[in-house]
């Protein structure tokens, strides 16, 4: 059971460049999740997810798009990277089911724009 | 402003006292409320989550829910070393589904 996995776990983009960072979590869950995380700023959701073909903004989704391509994945894309992208991202999924809730977070990917 | 607030810390208490947390939130409707841990450099981590008035243990864990006042709070006892890290409040505002987290309490555990 590997949980929740990201790829990569570093990189470095130059300005203008683009990418797309993976995620796929083997545990059913409906919910899946795109933060950053920045000094002093703690989580910010970009994009999330609900279940298998919807996707939704969340507080800073501009510069990003996101895929929910099956239950399991949910990829992030950069279309065109900038220096204030520089941030440590984390996918995470989440289940509620029998009154608890049920949630993972990535390894994280430490992104870095120059 | 933030809507979940918590103190940045660092926090810093001596190993084996009680470490209290504490988080505020802006939506009297709020209805579940969560404790995340990260150490430095990893992800975080779920370590308790509370959606009734009152207190609900988890070992040395015990989350604190006050709706009327809106807050939350997380106590560790016999707090070690390996407590060492910040810990993040996350809250489901109002009739939100997502979570929106605080900034984080920084705890240092000293020997």
């Known amino acids: 059971n590997a949980g929740v996995t990201q790829t990569p776990k570093f990189q470095v983009l130059k300005t203008g460049q683009s990418m797309t960072l993976q995620c796929a979590q083997d545990m059913n869950h409906n919910s899946m999740y795109w933060y950053r995380q920045d000094p002093g700023m703690g989580l910010r959701l970009i994009y999330y997810?609900?279940?298998?073909?919807?996707?939704d903004k969340g507080e800073v989704p501009n510069g990003y798009n996101v895929s929910r391509l099956n239950k399991r994945e949910f990829s992030l894309r950069l279309e065109s990277a900038a220096p204030s992208q520089t941030s440590v991202y984390f996918c995470?999924?989440?289940?509620?089911?029998?009154?608890?809730?049920?949630?993972?977070f990535g390894q994280g990917t430490r992104l870095t724009v120059v | 402003q933030k809507e979940v607030e918590q103190n940045s810390g660092p926090l810093s208490v001596p190993e084996g006292a009680i470490a209290s947390l504490n988080c505020t939130y802006s939506d009297r409707g709020s209805q579940s409320f969560f404790w995340y841990r990260q150490y430095s450099g990893k992800s975080p981590e779920l370590i308790m989550f509370i959606y009734s008035n009152g207190d609900k243990e988890d070992g040395r864990f015990t989350a604190q829910l006050n709706k009327a006042s809106q807050y939350v709070s997380l106590l560790i006892r016999d707090s070690q070393p390996s407590d060492s890290a910040t810990y993040l409040c996350?809250?489901?505002?109002?009739?939100?589904?997502?979570?929106?987290f605080g900034r984080g309490t920084s705890l240092i555990v000293h020997p």
């Open positions: 997810s609900a279940s298998e073909g919807t996707t």
């Open positions: 996350a809250v489901r505002l109002g009739g939100s589904y997502i979570p929106t």
């Open positions: 995470a999924s989440e289940v509620v089911q029998g009154g608890a809730t049920e949630a993972f």
